[in-house]
């Protein structure tokens, strides 16, 4: 199945789809592949009930694709659905929350299961006492399986830590607010490490770059890039107005404004969006941050 081209569309009103959000049931499927993970999603609609029983509309018929090599960003205004989504697609949908639509893996309707997937969030969850080396061997130990040799588990945690390229600071301490250790550029790429161990197909990414300055972004970015392009790894990642060099990394692109989808597509192509395309986004919504977001991804594009 081929990346759609990108398509700028109206907001028209659509009925959501009524199907709940279906993951379980096995079904042949037109993107069933030998190697790595194809995720797509079809209709994918959210609404949330607040404490009064009211339903408010998060998602609304989300459509996409995410090919396994490659990384695909989910990028729109504070408040467009982008981390919805990703949760969504991740099987980590809050029980306030009611999803509705088709998620497909490799063509099947089924469960995320152990290992074929995993999930960075935003805040680092790390001890700070102890050492690079120390953390990622301890997870290594506790995620691997039982069956798995100590030498063995302990050797692809060293491999990670390569991959993830701490070997520099696999010594050191990872630190915190209290005791010095480690960037926080460092830290983030010892969280994804240690969800890389179980060598999954499928890595989500809330915010990688949140709280990093441009060059830590870029280097937890370009790592992620690489290690998608060498291992296979399909790679979604939800990111706010990353720098243009973080921008250029990405292989697709999904836009999000209010909770639906504004384009669809290869990266470069968004630098293409012409004034009527820019004028149709920005009458979507009158929500400067949004406009803002779109001008800053337009100005971003093109200079690269």
Known sequence: MAMASPVLRRWTPTPSPTTPLNVASSIGGEHETGRGVFLTWRDVSVTAVDEKGRHKLILDQITGCARPGQVLALMGASGSGKTTLLDTLSGRLGVDMNGTGDILING????????TSAYVTQENTLMTTLTVREAIHYSAQLQLPGSML???????????????????????????????????????????CMELLASPGLLFLDEPTSGLDSAAAYHVMAHIARLARTTGTTVVAAVHQPSTEVFDLFNGLCLLANGRMVYFGPTPEAAELSNEDLNSIISISTNEDLVDEYNYLTASSSSG
């Open 150 to 192: 100590l030498a063995k588990k302990l050797a692809r945690a060293d491999r990670a830590i390569r991959e993830m390229g701490l070997g520099a600071v696999a010594s050191s301490r990872i630190g915190g607010r209290v005791c010095k250790g480690i960037s926080g550029g460092e830290r983030k790429r010892v969280s994804i």
């Open 108 to 115: 099947r309707r089924k469960r995320l299961s152990y290992g």
